[in-house]
């Protein structure tokens, strides 16, 4: 057997390299042509068979053991975020408005690293390593969905994945047992009342003042329809009204973030929200259109794929720094849709910087990660792979 730890310091400056010639050439969700043709360049290299998914910038990798075991997938996301870079780093993104602030860059260059070194010792490799480099995770573009849908995990039995995080201290991990990420949808209201002059209230319907009363009702249904134990988020994100201050609107428009668990919260959030719609509407003389659009479904983390993660990141940074984290984070993760179809679990990468004046949340302008967290997330996914029994 090889030294992994060994294998990982020899390898670790070519991935060093690759995430920031990544983190410098961002490309938004199914815009990843040149960052494909990268991953693709890298894995063939390593003596990778690679495969594209048709319509998509994927790029997918097979590695065939030579030992008996299981066919699991790994998957890094590809995709970038519309953002201005800001960070004090100094290999800062070259594609004005587009950023990896999400560190997709490192999620890449971490399973560059793990698929090359595994490569590399095929005879100590039990089963099949999938390896799935996906477009499209943010902005609820579906990029794994569509992956699925085109067979990406057929015949798979186990699935993992890494997030980094850069509030997490760099040398931890956290994981969640159970649902770990929200369900992440949006609805849209429309009020549609009666415009007119702002002197003669009596002879309309105030978009306005229905809307208005609308956002405050929305904030009960979580207070009040939600056991204390569960957990949802109703967002009014944007409101939308009127153009003159003299004339009464005669149209309200509401976009809502809504975070939810299970799909039993998941649906009691959507009907409970066009119940209270349609109620204050009719009180006011109004009519309302209202559209509800999936996103990305709750991560559920399997209890055996759990058990082996746990052991996994036991043997690399031991127990005392694997947080067991018992609160789901609310944010959307497409990774989900892989974990509906095999046992999975994601987990959480700690990738704080040294620095505490420099710690950004995910999706800031300002936000940097310690790649001193590569060595590990590469560990833990090898340990994944080559210790099944």
Sequence with gaps: M???????????????????????????GFEEHKTSAFVAEKLQQAGIEIERVPGTTAILGFIKGSLPGKTITLRADMDALPILEESSCEFTSTETGKMHACGHDLHMSNLLGVATILAKHRQYVPGTVRLIFQPAEE???????????????????????????????????SVT?????????IAVITVLGKGGHGAHPETTVDAIVVGAEIIGALQTIVSRNFAAQEAGVVTVGTFHSGNVQNIIAERAEMRLSLRSLTPESRERLKERIETIVKGITQAHGASYKFEFHYGYPSVYNDEQAMGRLLQAADAVIGRDNVIVNPKASMVGEDFAYYAQKAPGALFWLGAAPTDTTKQYPLHNPKVEFNEDCLPIGMEIMLNLILKQG
Aim: with cysteine.
């Design 2 to 28: 090889f030294d992994p730890k060994q294998e990982i310091r020899e390898i670790m400056p070519q991935v060093v390299e690759w995430r920031r010639h990544l983190h410098m050439y961002p490309e938004l």
């Design 139 to 173: 902005s609820g573009k579906n990029g794994a969905s569509s992956l699925v849908e085109a067979g990406v995990m057929n015949g798979v039995e186990e699935v993992y994945a890494l997030h980094v995080h850069p509030e997490v201290p760099t040398g931890q991990i």
């Design 177 to 185: 047992p159970g649902y770990c990420t929200g369900n992440s949808d």
